[in-house]
């Protein structure tokens, strides 16, 4: 193989990443013999975790789980669009093929994506994309002026999370499942990147909203 300028290094860097699976696979079937063959055959998660691309927010990590019991969604600033084919159809398969119980919709302190919709300093495609978010920080403009700069970012992360949930509960497929007397519990949750921490930011809605 022929290697030009600084390739050398980036193929070593990728080879670290392949020599770590080894021996986190390595670790996992001496701790739990047969584990693979076990996942292998079936996928029976109870949790759908909507969340952001942010790789400091891992979901399986933060919350303990292991392979398979977590199905996960994730983009930037967590959102969540019933014109997004993408998620929503991860939250239909979720729901109507695994039969998760609960759906979680994570966002978190620090998020670069809401920050850059409240400075309004995007373009491109995430332009777009984060429109919505950009919305509802016009929105609450004048009660988040009232707050120092942290915490009014703080709040607005806060807020997003509350504003993608109730987007999700208004969206046919969780309709319907409500309906037809499926178990099924929305969670908003925000993460706490500075101390590792989750929080519910409301109570958790089991049924329809009423508007």
């Not at 497929?173 to 519910?200: C, F, K, P």
């Amino acid at each position: 193989m022929l290697l030009y300028g600084n390739a050398e290094f980036f193929v070593n860097e990728i080879q670290v990443l392949l020599d770590h699976n080894r021996e986190w696979a390595a670790q996992i079937e001496q701790e739990d013999p047969g584990f693979f063959g076990r996942l292998a055959k079936q996928q029976t998660p109870e949790f759908l975790w909507i969340g952001c691309s942010d790789s400091r927010v891992p979901a399986n990590q933060i919350t303990g789980l292991m392979p398979g019991e977590v199905f996960v969604h994730r983009n930037v600033a967590n959102v969540v669009l019933q014109t997004d084919l993408n998620c929503m159809s991860v939250v239909d398969f979720a729901i109507r093929n695994l039969k998760v119980k609960h759906v979680i919709v994570c966002g978190h302190y620090g998020c670069g994506g809401v920050l850059a919709a409240m400075a309004g300093n995007t373009d491109g495609a995430v332009d777009h994309w984060l429109s919505s978010i950009r919305e509802l920080y016009l929105e609450h403009k004048e009660d988040l002026a009232g707050l120092e700069q942290v915490a009014a970012e703080r709040r607005l992360c806060e807020l997003n999370v509350l504003r993608q949930a109730r987007s999700l509960c208004r969206s046919s497929v969780m309709q319907d499942a409500w309906r037809s007397g499926q178990q099924l519990t929305v969670h908003a949750w925000i993460y706490g990147i500075e101390n590792g921490l989750l929080r519910s930011l409301a109570e958790p809605v089991a049924a329809p909203p009423e508007s």
